[in-house]
């Protein structure tokens, strides 16, 4: 009866590589000759060598300018005085079949003097396709600055090195994905960052273990120390300014190569309400508009589930003169809150989703068609009642306030167990989901730092910018979460001192 | 392993107690007022108002549905009910629970006994007595935009505002449970086309004993606790003036021993006096002295009178037992009851006019 739990684990076969690995540099050519973009040939002019390059990402236009008139007017033997005559920065000489592989596939172009030889030119003529930068579409702002990140790691890392001209400011590239190899930066200021976040980040990088990384979303669910959790873990943003900002206050940021979006980590479940714009405003109305947030989130996971619990166990909570409103709009309504509540969420995620997969122009028909259109007809078939269909317009409304949009995504998901909570067992339904979920977060972890961490544990110090900003010169302290090397952000007594006689 | 059976723990829980049977609040019954009068032979006859809210979204003329049993007890009536409905009966925003002077006079201890032990029923609900019937006082409407529920809950809660003293089941069953005090609650009379709240009746054990009359009220009220609005007319010189309430201060002291406790209330009133009928001299300082004068003997005679009709009833709304009981280490209940009806009370009344209008 209990056969199904001793499965016998049978011994897994050695997992084979999944790309054939060249042995020697024929074959390796060999195999790129396979591709019709792969570009091969002997020169037999002044200088005999054979030419190799993939056409479609090497710069041509290096080695008709540079390269060519180069072997054509001088006769070499030796790729040490090809070397030094063509004038091109970086050029290698190496035997080495990896690193060659590795720089032929990026689009340095190949010189053999013999095509037999183990020993091999490599001259860079990297072709770059990338977006240009771009203004940030997600985590847009009215005032500050108005650059995205793009999907080029070097771009990238371009718009924060010209942010913070500082020597200490380390980047550490490791290629990930075995099929993919794909680039990826972990970026940090040294002598403000703790040294184990940067191992632990290093660490899971390097542990990665699949075969494509084709976004910086693949990393924050593989580097996550609970990867089963709705919440993201790590905060993923698209501002150089946000990742700057933090990267000063001792965080570490991850970028991928090929993804528009930069990682920061360790993060905290508060940062997922701050935006930008928070900093570029006054501090009191940066607070309300913090505090606005937060509760437009609690509203959004909670009124539904509220609506049910009452409306179906709660008939004391309900005001008396909201009674007649409730009562007359749900009477011609065929089905209990449960299923009205389950009606109307669902048509508001389908909109949602279809305004999401649709060109921006058709989106924005589809909103109002599904907002005005089918809600005014679910009232008017009966279908749903007019008070809940403000609910969940509202709650679906305030759920768009979160800055990052992952966070987002979460908030949309986790009203459904609240739901579930309210139709079996009303407010106490909704306050063991709350236990719950409260309890997830608070083991919650980033990074091996703990994820609700101004509120568990309580950290004073870190409240001053979480719920509410607190001006610039009272944030005196890096936040006590990442344990900087240097946690001082400036001279208190210089902030302080009273500078209005001129002397 | 452990998962699994804490994954099966869970599904359980939700499995078996997850059928609570439940309907949603539109299929309901729900029962806003009711009213409780003396039947036929020691049976009691029960009324409650179930408002009808019609489907269309227009609120227009408020209509209700009035159910009259009879039963053998409050429970009863609740079962009676059911029979006359087709929906279930929900008592959870009962808001008034009415009560006939008939039937308060005769006990209504077993009544109020019920109504504290369930705990669907709010706190805040107004009990009050009807003098007369309480199935005809529900049964006519009163306003064409409000359910006779409705009217009368803003009936007693406008008027605790001003003059009559806070009430809810709470206030009574504190001072019905309380030892050295006794409830009271308000009376409510119907008129030919509206209801009045006409005075105060005073329980003792679950039976009311004694009323006082609308004009007495705001002195009872004075006695009893601070407050910041009401009116009270007194004669004054042939005429009649108008006083209006701006900050009344109450302060019980007790001082002898306890068999022999004397007590000493203290009124501070602050009053504005803006109307004057019949009185035939202009308004002067000297002729407001002369009336806080007039006000404090009015209301000194009338304290000191009600305290007396208090102790030949043998009650104590003031609730002066449970003062001296929580004050003096051997107090004996039983030994205060006895003494009550000698006991000393000084009422001592300060009126302080400090406005008569601005008149040219």
Known sequence: MWNWKRKEKKPSKKQEQTAKKSDTLSDFIKALGNSEDFVHYSLSGTTHCTVSYIKTISDLETLTRHVLPVLNDISFYTLEEMQQKIPVEHILITDKLDLIQEKVMFGYILIQLNEKDKEVLLIPAVSLQSRAVSIPEVEFSVVGPKEAFVETLNTNINLIRKRMPLPQLTVKEYNVGKITNTRVAVIYVDGIVDQDNVETVTQRLKDIEYDQMIDSSFVTQMIADNSNSPFPQLLDTERPDRVVSTLVEGKIAILVDGSPHALTCPTTVVEFFGASDDYFLPWHLASVFRLIRLFAVIFSVLSTPLYVAVLTYHHEMIPADLMPTIVSSRSDIPFPPILEVIVLELAIELLREAGARLPTKIGQTIGIVGGIVIGTAAVDAGLTSNVLLIIVALGALASFTTPVYQIGNTIRLIRFPFLLGAQLWGLIGVSMCMVYFIGHLIKLQSIGRPFFEPLYPMRINDLKDAFIRMPFNKQTERPVLMRTEDPKRMNQSRVNAKRDIDE | ?360
């Open chain 2, 1 to 360: 392993m452990k998962s699994r059976l804490i994954l099966s723990l869970i599904a359980a829980a939700g499995l078996l107690t997850g059928c609570l049977p439940s309907k949603s609040v539109e299929e309901n019954a729900i029962v806003q007022i009711a009213g409780y009068d003396k039947g036929e032979e020691k049976r009691i006859q029960g009324t409650v108002a179930i408002p009808q809210y019609g489907k269309s979204e227009k609120k227009t003329a408020a209509s209700e549905m009035y159910l009259t049993v009879n039963a053998d007890s409050i429970k009863d009536v609740e079962k009676e009910i059911q029979k006359h409905s087709s929906k279930p009966i929900s008592t959870g925003k009962l808001a008034v629970t009415l009560y006939s002077k008939e039937l308060a006079e005769a006990g209504i201890s077993d009544i109020i006994d019920v109504l504290s032990r369930d705990a669907r029923l709010s706190r805040n609900m107004f009990l009050g007595l009807v003098d007369g019937s309480a199935k005809k006082l529900i049964e006519s409407g009163y306003s064409q935009d409000e359910t006779t529920s409705k009217h009368i809950q803003g009936l007693i809660e406008n008027n605790t505002r001003h003059n009559f003293p806070d009430t809810s089941l709470h206030k009574f069953l504190y001072a019905y449970y309380g030892h050295g005090m006794d409830p009271f609650l308000p009376v409510l009379s119907q008129q030919e086309t509206f209801v009045e709240l006409s005075g105060i009746a005073f329980f003792k054990q679950g039976t009311a004993v004694a009323t006082i009359p609308d004009s007495e009220v705001f002195t009872f009220k004075m006695l009893k606790e601070n407050f910041k609005r009401g009116m009270q007319d007194v004669p004054f010189k042939g005429g009649t003036i108008m006083m209006d309430n701006i900050g009344s201060v109450v302060d019980y002291k007790m001082t002898g021993t306890v068999d022999n406790p004397e007590f000493n209330i203290r009124i501070k009133v602050k009053a504005e006096v803006n109307e004057m009928v019949g009185v035939e001299e202009k308004a002067t300082p000297a002729l407001a002295g002369e009336m806080e004068e007039a006000f404090v003997k009015y209301f000194t005679d009338h304290a000191d009178e009600m305290i007396k009709m208090f102790k030949e009833n043998d009650v104590d709304p003031l609730g002066l037992g449970n003062f001296a009981k929580t004050r003096k280490r051997d107090f004996d209940l039983d030994k205060w009851h006895d003494n009550y009806s000698e006991l000393s009370i000084n009422v001592k009344i300060e009126v302080d006019i400090t406005e008569y209008g601005i008149f040219s």
